[in-house]
């Protein structure tokens, strides 16, 4: 008998010792992501064939001490390679691990393989070869601190590759991961079992092939141990063909029915191709299908769910999913009563979207990618007689109703002005910390950074209460929801990029079209909080000479343009953002040498500026130290000497209006006045309603000569 390493992923040992045992291993032993044991060349052909858990089989040759690469190589040449296999093989060696002195698997791969190789040597045999591609047999090398093993893979490629999937849909399970989550799931092949998410099938198919009892690996070419010395073939010949046998006489003897459904026709097709190399295609029954609207089959009574819905590596994207997971779970409940349901997932708070309460949760990787597996017992009474926690409730009522509420108020009013695109919520309840802004069929929720004494998972679940929410009272398609987090930056750094890909529209604001993006940068290209000021700006603008500067998109241009401006000048850092500005002229028919576009730090092209302007609109950044300006800039600190340069550039019955969005600004007017220059505060008068809560959102400020002023 030899000794064997079963490797398996984290969280799973103790279920491959149960599997062990069952093919015949006495007294395996559990250790970190493995069972050891101890088997005859029979035993370990039938685990390698049989096991549905284990990644890969080692034959441990030796466990060391490995301090250094002296140990690795002493230690790996103290093994006899040649009574394990021939020169004329061909070996790879896969080496997992680093330690103070061996820091590089590459090295220690190296360090095995020279050793290897001089062993062969010094016994006067031939050098064996190396190939990556395609060896006869793989070396396994384990180390961890100075904890070293070494031995040979009986296996080759994973076990995980049973053949039967050359292709898979865009986040496959792995086979072994697959069938770990149905024998977690309660489910036994008694049972009716469905997976509404199936993808490429994996799933599925792994349970009808436990329903027929078909070995896993029975579809596999060749193996590891068949370089070996010791290798049995007429003991594999026999194993293998029982195997085989087994596995056509199973698929004729199953009774219960299986059921793949998902949503995407050519992931679909390839289940059914996968089901087909596997065997089981005749078990199957696969339906082009929505996980949300999820009917129970005729024939399901007392059946299993299992799936592993879409889970998104950021809650960033995960609108749709909330979505999908809450109507799926509303499907469950009110469609399989009196069934089971296990759902695999690396997303708690989207497992919390289902609105049932689990029985059983493990803790397992996906990869590396940390997992919940939850077991549901679904109810069979009616809805109305279920526990409270049971049934499909309005999701965070209180903050549900604030938004009916706000809707009801806003929504008439943004119709009436003919807005397209309006605040609904911001932060009104401290609990439910977002901003939520309506563009034409779609939701910006902006989620603002929550304080330091609200822990994360509480905030996670918070937001998606939010979403859920929000889709729900709105009506909203769930995939047009878009969610940004936003939190305290300093002067433009707001303005990051997010995206690659542009996704644009043309949204009205007092007659005027502007373009916004939605999801390639944090902002969308339009501060809505503004539209009062924008509108007075093509107001005042009738015939007059008109400087934008900071700005942004342009938009205080369009509506200074639509407003009969003689002349516009736009000043701006970014020439992303002047591009986009000059959009915005032309979508409104505004074209023409009179409109004129500056590239430039604002604060230097102010200082140096000789032309004159009728009109100036200015809205710097809080605070700036961008890299592309020569000094930083604090709009408390510097604001008058922004007014001391506009001053000089203002003709004589001119006007400034000057925004800013310092929480506690304050005008210096004593040294406003000893400029020459008198302002006015206009900051209730361009605070449209749906900012109305936010009294702080800007401040805004009419500026003229004195003279002009008292005249």
């Known amino acids: 008998?030899?000794?064997?390493?079963?490797?398996?992923?984290?969280?799973?040992?103790?279920?491959?010792?149960?599997?062990?045992?069952?093919?015949?291993?006495?007294?395996?032993?559990?250790?970190?992501a493995g069972v050891k044991f101890k088997a005859t060349n029979e035993q370990i052909y039938r685990c390698c064939l049989w096991s549905r858990l284990a990644s890969r089989f080692v034959r441990v040759l030796s466990e060391f001490t490995c301090q250094d690469d002296m140990d690795l190589y002493l230690s790996s040449t103290s093994v006899n390679w040649v009574n394990h296999f021939h020169s004329s093989k061909r070996f790879v060696v896969d080496f997992n691990g680093t330690n103070n002195e061996i820091r590089n698997s590459q090295y220690g791969a190296m360090k095995v393989k020279d050793a290897v190789v001089d062993c062969f040597e010094k016994k006067g045999l031939p050098r064996p070869s190396i190939s990556k591609d395609q060896p006869d047999l793989r070396i396994h090398v384990r180390?961890?601190?100075?904890?070293?093993?070494?031995?040979?893979?009986?296996?080759?490629?994973?076990?995980?590759?049973?053949?039967?999937?050359?292709?898979?849909?865009?986040?496959?399970?792995?086979?072994?991961?697959?069938?770990?989550v149905i024998l977690r799931s309660g489910w036994d092949a008694t049972k009716p079992f469905l997976d509404p998410m199936c993808g490429s099938g994996t799933l599925v198919i792994e349970a009808a092939m436990m329903a027929a009892n078909m070995a896993p690996g029975v579809k596999r070419q060749s193996w590891g141990f068949q370089a070996l010395e010791d290798f049995e073939p007429e003991t594999w010949a026999e194993v293998k063909s029982e195997a085989s046998v087994q596995a056509r006489r199973g698929v004729k003897k199953v009774e219960c029915k299986f059921y793949g459904?998902?949503?995407?026709?050519?992931?679909?097709?390839?289940?059914?191709?996968?089901?087909?190399?596997?065997?089981?295609?005749?078990?199957?029954e696969f339906t082009l299908g929505d996980a949300a609207q999820l009917k129970k089959p005729a024939e399901f009574n007392n059946g299993v769910i299992v799936s592993n819905p879409p889970y998104g590596e950021r809650l960033g994207t995960a609108p749709g999913l909330i979505a999908l997971y809450t109507a799926f779970g509303a499907q469950l409940k009110s469609e399989f009563g009196g069934c089971q349901a296990s759902i695999f997932s690396s997303n708690d708070e989207l497992l919390s979207c289902l609105r049932m309460r689990a029985e059983k949760q493990y803790k397992l990787n996906n990869g590396a990618?940390?997992?919940?597996?939850?077991?549901?017992?679904?109810?069979?009474?009616?809805?109305?007689?279920?526990?409270?926690?049971?049934?499909?409730?309005?999701?965070?009522p209180?903050?549900?109703?604030?938004?009916?509420?706000?809707?009801?108020?806003?929504?008439?009013?943004?119709?009436?002005?003919?807005?397209?695109?309006?605040?609904?919520?911001?932060?009104?309840?401290?609990?439910?910390?977002?901003?939520?802004?309506?563009?034409?069929?779609?939701?910006?929720?902006?989620?603002?950074?929550?304080?330091?004494?609200?822990p994360e998972?509480?905030?996670?679940?918070?937001?998606?209460?939010?979403?859920?929410?929000?889709?729900?009272?709105?009506?909203?398609?769930?995939?047009?929801?878009?969610?940004?987090?936003?939190?305290?930056?300093?002067?433009?750094?707001q303005y990051q990029k997010l995206a690659q890909q542009s996704s644009k529209m043309e949204v009205n604001e007092y007659g005027v079209k502007l373009i916004v993006n939605l999801t390639d940068y944090l902002d969308t290209g339009l501060f809505l909080d503004h539209k009062l000021t924008r509108r007075k700006l093509g107001e005042l603008a009738a015939g007059k000479d008109f400087l934008n500067l900071f700005a942004y998109t342009g938009s205080a241009t369009v509506h200074a343009a639509c407003g009969g401006a003689k002349s516009t000048t736009t000043v701006d850092m970014s020439n992303t953002y002047l591009d986009w500005a000059k959009e915005n002229l032309a979508l409104n028919g505004q074209s023409g040498k009179q409109h004129k576009f500056e590239q430039?730090?604002?604060?230097?092209?102010?200082?140096?500026?000789?032309?004159?302007?009728?009109?100036?609109?200015?809205?710097?950044?809080?605070?700036?130290?961008?890299?592309?300006?020569?000094?930083?800039?604090?709009?408390?600190?510097?604001?008058?000497?922004?007014?001391e340069n506009l001053k000089r550039i203002l003709n004589e019955q001119g006007t400034i209006v000057f925004s800013n969005n310092k929480r506690h600004f304050k005008m210096d007017l004593d040294a406003l006045k000893e400029l020459g220059l008198s302002a006015r505060n206009i900051s209730h008068q361009t605070l449209p309603l749906d900012f109305s809560r936010n009294k702080h959102i800007h401040n805004c400020w009419v500026i003229t000569h004195s003279d002009a002023a008292q005249g």
């Open 261 to 284: 459904v998902d949503n995407d026709p050519r992931v679909l097709q390839t289940a059914r191709d996968n089901a087909r190399r596997a065997g089981i295609e005749s078990l199957i």
């Open 143 to 180: 180390l961890h601190r100075d904890k070293a093993l070494i031995g040979i893979d009986m296996v080759g490629s994973g076990l995980h590759q049973r053949g039967y999937r050359p292709e898979s849909g865009r986040a496959p399970l792995r086979e072994t991961l697959a069938a770990a």
């Open 398 to 454: 209180d903050f549900a109703n604030r938004l009916k509420k706000n809707i009801g108020k806003i929504g008439k009013w943004a119709r009436k002005e003919k807005l397209d695109c309006y605040r609904i919520y911001d932060a009104d309840l401290p609990e439910y910390n977002v901003a939520i802004d309506v563009y034409p069929g779609y939701l910006v929720i902006q989620e603002y950074a929550a304080p330091k004494d609200v």
């Open 600 to 643: 430039a730090d604002c604060l230097q092209w102010l200082a140096k500026a000789t032309d004159k302007f009728d009109l100036i609109f200015i809205d710097p950044p809080t605070f700036s130290n961008s890299k592309r300006m020569e000094q930083s800039f604090d709009i408390q600190r510097d604001h008058i000497m922004l007014m």
């Open 457 to 493: 998972e509480k905030a996670k679940r918070r937001l998606t209460d939010i979403i859920r929410a929000s889709i729900q009272v709105t009506g909203v398609d769930a995939n047009n929801v878009v969610l940004k987090v936003r939190e305290k930056q300093k002067g433009r750094s």
């Open 1 to 32: 008998m030899n000794q064997y390493l079963a490797v398996t992923s984290n969280g799973l040992e103790n279920l491959l010792v149960e599997e062990l045992k069952q093919l015949g291993i006495s007294d395996p032993k559990p250790v970190q």
């Open 369 to 396: 990618l940390p997992c919940h597996q939850k077991n549901y017992s679904i109810s069979d009474r009616p809805m109305s007689e279920r526990p409270e926690a049971d049934q499909q409730t309005v999701v965070a």
